[in-house]
């Protein structure tokens, strides 16, 4: 599955161009959130203040849980983490082509529940997040301004 960088995704230069991009399609992984945790954390590794780099990988391992959960097991899913000098971006793709079924805000879930808070993650660790369709399902950016490490 084809990832593209954000600057592709959202509106091209705006944001100025990636310093470094780092992707992996997941499709047919056994456990495509350790790929996706190890991506952010080498990717990240010594350029960024710890803290940070812990809550942009609990987001991404939170994106990917979600679209292999929903997607299905067998559907492509990817992951992209784009670096600027802003800060990063970690874009999950997948095969689903409901981009309306992402809710934002997340929806409330019952105290009891096991699962359902994923999404309340995200939208507390990321700057800003939203749901992109694309020609092959759709995408999930997370935004994460950047803490100088030190």
């Known amino acids: 599955m084809l990832i593209p960088t954000t600057s592709s995704t ?14 992996i399609d997941l499709t047919g992984f056994a456990a495509p959130q350790r790929a ?13 203040n710890q803290d940070w780099v812990d809550d942009v990988t609990l987001a991404a391992d939170e994106l990917v849980g979600n679209a292999y959960q929903h997607a299905g097991a067998a559907g492509e899913m990817g992951i992209a983490l784009d670096l600027y000098v802003w ?3 970690v874009q999950v793709s997948d095969g689903g082509a409901d981009a309306g ?3 934002d805000p997340p929806k409330v879930t019952d ?23 694309s020609s092959t399902g759709k995408i999930v950016i ?5 803490q100088a490490a030190g």
């Open 10 to 23: 959202c509106a091209s230069g705006r944001h100025g161009e990636p310093l470094a991009h780092a992707a």
């Open 101 to 103: 079924a992402v809710p």
């Open 111 to 133: 105290e009891q529940a096991e699962g359902g808070r994923g999404l309340f993650l995200v939208d507390s660790l990321a700057t800003a997040w939203g749901v992109l369709a």
């Open 87 to 89: 800060g990063a971006t």
């Open 36 to 48: 996706a945790r190890g991506l952010v954390r080498d990717a990240l590794s010594g350029i960024a």
């Open 142 to 146: 997370a935004v994460f301004l950047h």
